[in-house]
């Protein structure tokens, strides 16, 4: 069993910065991808940026590339989004999740998920 648990979410205002981490944990934790997604209120889950955990190349979604850096720290198994220049539009709850595959773009990639954190940006 995997477990991910998300943090650093919360209210900022717009053009503010905030960093989310997700640390994982399980005895059986040997995934190769990580990968943060958002789901904003009435809208689909969104694929925001993924990393593998042993090569440390990463992708991202064009909507937010400049914007948004994953990255990740082997030694403590988490992994981190580096949100800036933040918008009203970015108001989302945010997920974690591992997949066995690299790259992973796409839910059904991904088998383990966090439960999410809030991030509000005000205008």
């Known amino acids: 069993q995997v477990q991910l648990v998300e943090s650093g979410g919360g209210g900022v205002q717009a053009g503010g910065s905030l960093r989310l981490s997700c640390a994982a944990s399980?005895?059986?934790?040997?995934?190769?991808?990580m990968g943060w997604f958002r789901r904003a209120p009435g809208q689909e889950r969104e694929f925001l940026a993924g990393?593998?955990?042993?090569?440390?190349?990463?992708n991202a979604a064009n909507s937010v590339k400049g914007r948004f850096t994953i990255s990740r720290d082997t030694s403590k198994l988490t992994v981190y989004l580096q949100l800036n220049s933040l918008k009203p539009e970015d108001t989302a709850v945010y997920y974690c999740?591992?997949?066995?595959?690299?790259?992973?773009?796409?839910?059904?990639?991904?088998?383990?998920w966090g439960q999410g954190t809030q991030v509000t940006v005000s205008s």
């Open positions: 990393i593998n955990m042993i090569s440390g190349y990463t």
């Open positions: 399980g005895r059986d934790f040997y995934y190769l991808f």
């Open positions: 999740a591992a997949s066995k595959s690299s790259p992973a773009t796409t839910e059904i990639e991904y088998d383990y």
